[in-house]
């Protein structure tokens, strides 16, 4: 048996169950850090013998990550891709049983999201220079990302024609290649026409004059003409937040997570926000009550006359 049945399962992610190459590619890097364990236990002629894998296997190797400091977070996407590796197996045949399937996924910590504050989030839209192309593409980014709560992912893959700036509407391709249709204000939907107008046409212009290709169809371009990526909308959010003294460790899904906050603040109905940031499951969507409970706990703190009765009774 050899590592070819991974690549087979890259392929099956990718074409039959649509999940993203990013998705798909660290499903298979999962499996072969499992591979590299059984290599390291069994012997290198052994790392891809996949029936030879039990129960008992899988919880030695959960034990591994666990002494490896891996967040439980990421030990409970690893083991998914695990359950999901061995019931490919299993179809096609190779396996009997799927071995991960009983292993008990780590609870993991709940950490509430990075939220940005108005003031911050007004602090943090005035950074790109809207005399340069760059910064008319970065402030036209910035307010998309806050204005229709996209993933970083769903940002830097739209195109000009998923856009529509008279209706102020976004067609998103979210997770599992789901279309969604997000929303836009009006301060990102001028800031677009700002770019569409003038940045990205002199990106685009830049680009033919040194005879570069370019993204003609990709909504958000880099200095190059081509489209943004992920790591470089990642490194120009973070460059906006360190410059407007933002001392969080965020990047564009704290604008995501401030959208969801905001609007739960403002009455907004948890399905309605649930669509809007295109969750499957409610449940996704509930951990932002958690969010918004804590500031009404301050603002109930802060403002009620008897909030503090007890604690000063005590001191009494």
């Known amino acids: 048996m050899s590592a070819h049945q991974v690549d087979a399962f890259l392929g099956y992610l990718t074409k039959t169950r649509r999940l993203s190459e990013l998705t798909a590619k660290a499903y298979a890097e999962d499996v072969r850090q499992l591979a590299d364990f059984l290599a390291a236990t069994l012997g290198e002629d052994r790392a891809y013998e996949w029936q030879q894998v039990d129960y008992r296997l899988i919880r030695r190797y959960l034990a591994h990550l666990a002494q490896g400091r891996y967040a439980k977070r990421t030990v409970a996407r690893k083991l998914a891709a695990l359950r999901s590796f061995f019931r490919y197996l299993v179809r096609e045949g190779v396996c009997k049983l799927n071995p991960a399937a009983m292993a008990a996924t780590p609870k993991p910590d709940r950490r509430l999201p990075p939220v940005l504050y108005e003031e911050q989030l007004g602090a943090l839209l005035r950074q790109p220079d809207l005399n340069t192309p760059l910064g008319q593409r970065d402030r036209a980014i910035l307010e998309t990302l806050y204005a229709a709560g996209l993933r970083a992912a769903e940002l830097v893959r739209l195109n000009l024609l998923d856009l529509d700036l008279d209706s102020r509407e976004l067609r998103v ?59 470089s909308l990642q490194r120009l959010v973070q460059r906006c937040l360190t410059a407007a003294a933002i001392a969080q460790d965020a990047g564009p899904h704290a604008l995501r997570h401030s959208f969801a906050t905001h609007l739960l603040d403002g009455g907004a109905d948890l399905r309605a926000v649930q669509e809007l940031l295109g969750h499957s499951s409610l449940a996704s969507t509930q951990i932002y009550t958690h969010v918004t409970l804590e500031g009404l706990r301050r603002v109930y703190n802060d403002a009620h006359p008897l909030a503090h009765r007890g604690a000063e009774e005590q001191k009494g």
């Open 173 to 231: 391709w979210g997770k599992g290649a789901k279309e969604r249709v997000a929303l836009l204000g009006e301060p990102a939907a001028a800031a677009l026409r700002l770019y569409l107008d003038r940045g990205r046409q002199e990106l685009l212009a830049r680009a033919r004059k040194k005879g570069r290709p370019v993204a003609e169809d990709a909504l958000f371009l880099n200095y190059r003409g081509g489209r943004l990526t992920t790591r």
